[in-house]
């Protein structure tokens, strides 16, 4: 088995690398290829050295020639890229704060800015992954379900499952305060990507979600402090991804965030002291832990180990929902619970969404579907056009000189006409 | 043929009147019964004095003597009345200004404090209306899509239609504008009542869609004026009903509410100087045009005189969906164009909503019904809900201050626990 | 107006004109143009002459010099040819026979055939059409139901509307049966063409439904007698297509062929006879009323005409779907009351579809696009796949022997591997 | 865990026993209740003598009082009565020779007498099972899907699980055939109980369809044996279930039929040779692999311990659609894989059925549904209604001799007016 990985020089990498010697017992790795683009050629070294030093000789680690080298004959591609690196970050942060409006990697404006300057690079990606190789695309990258709508349903290509760590640390969570190994617990969990909500938890074969339902607090080290307030939970009977803080506390949140600083500066902090660490160490810091990440490595690791196991176990994943929320279009590509086997990856039925939860989710897919549009168009008017609709979006005041400092701030990435 | 009008105190009434007048050359008008509450008695006295005065003996102006005798055996009931009259919709404008809130009596927390007033006593109504008639319900009374959602979805009443003189201005200002009369003209327009999109217009067989869509401009009476930009039009390729004003341009309409004071106040003395003309008058004061309802009257006589014919003529109404709008749930009432034949109204099928629509029709409807559940179950928790949900609804922070603030004022209608 | 037929050498054609020749009082007709295949050469210039002294100088008959002169620029072009003309009909009633299978011009194993001969000329026909005019084309080549599900569903031609004369007929004779004007009756009519059901009627606001179904009795030439008893229609609560009788009457309705011989045999009598009267007539002959497709002309030209006034009327028509029947995919092209309006049709929303009806109609829809994948895919997989689906197709044991029986009978015109 | 068996008498328990024993040693099985009515009293004290001895002391097998005792207190109840034992199937598979229509016990006008008998009874042991129980049902009385659709849709009774034994030995077989254990295996199978498709086998990840499609061969000791020919799966492309025979090789199986005699007649003297082993043996004798339900204690038994376990393995079962197959609607019930979990059975979502198989499946259950209201309305009307739509029912001339027959034939079960 050779799995690739696209963005190999992030410092989260070495988490990953632990997670597939976890799994190297139970299935067989051959190789991981550890890419990354030339300007992160000197990071890339310092993780590929330290990587080695971590696997010994469980599997090969290599560091590809090219692209092409990397991507050929591959089984699993997982894509942890960031277009434009921390600095791009930055802007997507700070641009929306000038217009009151929240900053955020993935939510919002930001994750706007933030998803138009990457779908041209994943559109190359994929057609070199579908050209070169067989793999399945395991997708990190952010925002993460809003590619992997681009992906399934624009681009066409099936093989790729979106990713991210909130559902493992959900269920991590819930098994902490119940007792209950992972396994033994099933969750009613649907919406988009960082738009979730946890309307059922199972354990074995007994609901206990009133028991759990206000036990649970997911803090992520991702996005500032901000605690649901005791009856909103009792008002939606759902608990709501941690994101969902942005539109419901959204003046709170913006006190927070221009406070506290972008994330992107903490980041860029962490980043650099993580690669001092690996230059000469030889196991995981723990300083990886405040990276924000926590848990990618298990998801993506047990996910490889399961979809070549074709065990039938059940992973969160982005995927088209394909009638397993019934009340919602089969084609949107969700956040669900699926089943892993075959191969592939199906949905569960679930039944229908909670009207609260589906009315969030209807305005922000089609959000998602025209800003899509906007970057195959190449058109400022649909882009405006899907700002406008986002509920933490501008008042048509504010749009175009919004849209202006965006596409100012990403010239090299992003062009609409 | 029997017509009757609950809640003909209205100033509104006398253009209603007239408008009967106008189809009794068409169609056989019997009896038109002017009922009210007590409490409005000395308001309806002049206009049933007034309208007797006009109509002379064209039909019989009739004041019943209870609602009971109103509706036996009525083959048309008009809806216009207001709960809480003119004073509620003052607290539902103003209230939510208190939290930098659009208050308005139709849209946002303003249409939700109306709306949770006005559903006990529809529901009254029309148990009656089904106990003593056969009648089909031509409903004006506000939020009038959000109410035929709870009349034919909740209550189940099927012979209900929901108005607005929003689409009959709209066809009377391209008429206008083209030289073409309104039966030459179709649209495709859809979404919810105030919350609407036009998309296509057809002069007789010919797509005049691009040559018209910015030289649309729908001023209404009821709402502070405010231009959409061109750049606006040219973006959605559609034109907004000019309530998503309130969506849109959400800060200016603000700072134009709170400037200009409510529309309630302005009613009030309009309604003063309405009635004082009527008590001696003999015909329409040119002043009525000022009360902000044009052409509701025209819209309903007209609707009643071709449903009495079965001629098969298009009315934009608000009914269930039923596959009209094919990306839209069929059970979503909807403000449609509809065939009106065999004492029915069929919504024309007119392909898919555009997303952009359709994201706001979406998030709209899950409050519209949250906001009937809130209702039904007496809940404060899904109240809240559903006002977190609204676009224009507030933050967490807000919430249940502006709830007490909204119940407060409304104790005599609104029970919730 | 230019009109076009394509198949004008038809013993029906003086009717269409006939038709044609009415409405030239409410539109402006300038030219009809009469095209036909070399092959019908001389029964197109009798009929030729025969027009124009029917016409007169109302407006201008044509014999175009070919197919591309035909076309160019028409506004409408009628389909109504034949493919292998009625010997190649003959072959398909005659054929099924020998397995004890219906035979039937347009139902069964003989519309069969007769789809799969007709499938590519429409191909290439549709292609100019696109290529030399914006004309709408008018369907009444059979199977006329089957043909528009290729061309719109699977050529993707939008301006298509599949015609019968089946409606016309029934509204005709409800018409006879009440005394209402048949623009006073509506009607809850759906399904495939030739595999309808009326379920509901009303005149004016009347539901008159129950009164009426037992006395509706739809006579066709084309088929054998033979009554639906009354407890059927009890049972059904519905008026199914005569057609029906041979799902429903199957043994019965294959006795009656063989005994009475086919109706191609029939026509080609016929249809000796009307030329001869049209050689030196000038007005059209009592027999034509034999000839088994009354109120074609009738159907077509007023579609014609209210296409070209956008005036609103309703047309029963086979388009699609598009909602208007609600528990049938939207796609399904079905035969269903549409309001003629901008030039288009909409399918007017009529609720859901009978339980029985909706079996059937499934069924034969799929039996429909399997055929059509058979033509596309050259598959005599996929054509033997379609036949063991019908209702009247063949058994696992027949099926491969009818099949080459049929491509044997038809080699010129359907090639499958 | 206590497991109610209701129709214990049927010579299959010992079967099923022998299940719950190999799945006792997985979860902990307090009790197995063994009822039947007071006909079969003889043969139940048989039975449960023979499971005394077969179980020893692995757990409490018990012969209640009465049906209330039997199911008070009830975790799993598995309905596998016969309503009329095997006279009535007799009859069933009889009266529809007459009218050379096929006779089965499950399948055409055989399965609709069963099921219009079968009704009333399930409808009076879910209100018992639901009043002195929280049991999950599993249900093995014929016709099984149609049953479920009944019981999930009609009656509104969610905990119940309609299953055959075909999947369980179509899964079995492929497993013989490829080595590969059943866990590994993963089929793309749906549609009605006993009229189902397989259309895709995964053997763990690889795609094995092509290569076992014309390789499996499923032999039922229900129905005659009559193979497939080689080209009709090569133009389904799907291995179809061994009922459709009835259905694509009608008159061969009629043939078939009338000389084998029926298959109760056959059981009758197998279920007598039975119960004098089970008199005297104390183990399974191998006379019961010819008794037709092989496996079906297999299915129960490994359900119940999966159910338990809530460890989301893969089961094929009758179920709500719910989304699984993308193009059938979500509330028909089909026989689809499931995974068991949270004490449910969530189907996995497939993608679209064939057209083929849809065509089908659409006219059955439109059929099933029919049939449903007739019991429900107690109509004649609706029962003759059902009987013409069915594939394998009779004509109009036929259906009101052949509906006679079967009331006749069941006046103490079925009440029709």
Redesign the interface.
């Known amino acids: 088995m050779k799995i690739t990985v696209i963005g190999a020089g992030s410092t989260y990498t070495p988490e990953l690398v632990k997670g597939i010697m976890d799994i190297s017992s139970e299935v067989k790795v051959d190789e991981l290829i550890l890419y990354d683009l030339e300007e992160s050629e000197e990071k890339l070294e310092t993780i590929y050295q330290f990587s080695k030093r971590l696997v010994k000789d469980l599997f090969k680690v290599v560091k590809p020639k090219n692209l092409i080298d990397a991507l050929q004959g591959a089984d699993y591609v997982i894509f942890q890229f960031r277009v434009g690196f921390l600095k791009a970050r930055e802007n997507d942060e700070k641009i929306p704060l000038r217009y009151n409006l929240i900053g955020q990697e993935t939510t919002g404006m930001g994750g706007f800015s933030c998803a138009l300057r990457t779908f041209p690079v994943i559109e190359k990606y994929i057609e070199l992954v579908d050209k070169y190789s067989k793999a399945t695309v395991i997708n990190f990258t952010n925002p993460s379900g809003h590619i992997t709508e681009f992906v399934m349903n624009y681009i066409g290509f099936e093989r790729f499952i979106g990713l991210c760590n909130i559902p493992v640390n959900l269920l991590h969570m819930i098994s902490q305060v119940t007792g209950y190994p992972p396994?033994?617990i099933?969750v009613k969990y649907y919406g988009l990507n960082h738009l979730t909500f946890l309307e059922k938890v199972?354990l074995?074969?007994?609901?206990a979600t009133e028991k759990l339902l206000e036990t649970v607090k997911l803090e992520l080290a991702n996005i500032p402090k901000e605690d649901?307030?005791g009856?909103?939970i009792?008002?939606?009977k759902m608990y709501p991804n941690s994101y969902l803080r942005y539109y419901?506390?959204?003046?709170?949140m913006l006190k927070k965030i221009k406070k506290e600083g972008t994330r992107a500066e903490k980041v860029i902090s962490i980043e650099k002291q993580l690669l001092e660490l690996y230059k000469t160490g030889d196991k995981i810091p723990d300083q990886l832990s405040q990276r924000g990440g926590s848990m990618y490595s298990t998801a993506a690791a047990y996910l490889i180990r399961d979809?070549?196991?074709?065990n039938?176990?059940?992973h969160i994943l982005n995927t088209r929902n394909?009638?397993?929320?019934?009340?919602l279009?089969?084609d949107y590509v969700l956040e669900i619970p699926c089943?892993v086997?075959?191969?592939k990856v199906?949905?569960?039925?679930?039944?229908i969404a909670d009207?609260?939860a589906?009315?969030?989710i209807?305005?922000?897919?089609?959000?998602e579907?025209?800003t899509i549009d906007a970057y195959l168009k190449k058109s400022?008017?649909?882009a405006?056009?899907a700002m406008?609709?986002h509920?933490l979006g501008p008042?048509?005041?504010d749009a175009?000189k919004l849209l202006e400092d965006i596409l100012n701030a990403n010239k090299d990435f992003i062009k609409l006409e």
């Open positions: 396994k033994d099933f199972y074995k074969n007994e609901d649901f307030p009856w909103l009792e008002c939606l419901l506390m959204e003046k709170k979809l070549h196991l074709s039938g176990s059940v394909n009638g397993a929320i019934s009340n279009p089969d089943m086997k075959a191969g199906f949905p569960t039925s679930l039944g009207e609260f589906s009315g969030l209807h305005i922000v897919k089609m959000y579907r025209i400022k008017n649909l405006l056009k406008l609709l509920p008042d048509v005041e175009p």
